[in-house]
């Protein structure tokens, strides 16, 4: 499967976000899906993770109660929303998928990765 995200940008504390990752190649249900961010100079950090049935969904610690991750089969995509966003939220966002079937943040579970998206928060 190939990944490609979009909905990236410049955007104000406060403000909300949706990203949007799109798959192609194999079939899309197979994959439990996650979005990773790295800020720069530092280490990639987990955000969000949704199982292949999308009854499942694992959020880390800095967004979670501030965002939601999603599917959506028909249209082989997957999104992560962000609310009040902040500062440190600044970062490349990277969608990722892993044949795990479950919702992990085990970063060495994903094996597929897109090309990322910048977010950049500031006023």
């Known amino acids: 499967v190939q990944l490609a995200e979009f909905g990236g940008g410049l955007v104000q504390p406060g403000d909300s976000l949706r990203l949007s990752c799109v798959a192609s190649g194999d079939p899309f249900l197979n994959y439990t899906m996650g979005w990773v961010r790295q800020a720069p100079g530092k280490e990639r950090e987990f955000v969000a993770s949704?199982?292949?049935?999308?009854?499942?969904?694992i959020y880390g610690d800095s967004v979670e109660g501030r965002s939601t991750i999603s599917r959506e089969h028909t249209k082989n995509t997957v999104y992560l929303q962000i609310t009040n966003l902040k500062p440190e939220d600044t970062a490349t966002y990277y969608c990722?998928?892993?044949?795990?079937?479950?919702?992990?943040?085990?970063?060495?579970?994903?094996?597929?990765w897109g090309q990322g998206t910048q977010v950049t928060v500031s006023s």
């Open positions: 990722a998928a892993a044949r795990t079937g479950y919702a992990t943040l085990r970063l060495s579970q994903y094996n597929i």
């Open positions: 949704i199982s292949w049935s999308g009854r499942s969904t």
